[in-house]
């Protein structure tokens, strides 16, 4: 968990000035990363993909019935 939100707030700032864009195959390298790395702290896969579905479906219900911000 993230406890010092100003201090990660600059460390994101300053990591997008340095990379403005990443590269469809930097950030399927970063998502490999992060599988593995899930797999090595044995969190992923999940036992049961379907835990927490009722969460999901529950916010994706609320965000669908919030209005649109893109102007039509």
């Known amino acids: ?13 300053s990591l997008m000035k ?6 469809f ?5 970063l998502l490999e990363a992060m599988w593995n790395e899930g797999r090595k702290l044995g969190v992923l896969p ?4 379907m835990d927490g579905i009722e969460v999901d479906i529950e916010i994706a219900r609320v965000l669908n019935c919030l209005p649109s911000s893109s102007p039509e």
């Open 1 to 13: 968990m993230i406890k010092n939100i100003p201090a990660w707030k600059q460390f994101e700032d």
């Open 46 to 49: 999940p036992s049961n993909p």
């Open 25 to 29: 195959l930097d950030s399927l390298r």
């Open 18 to 23: 340095e990379n403005p864009q990443v590269s």
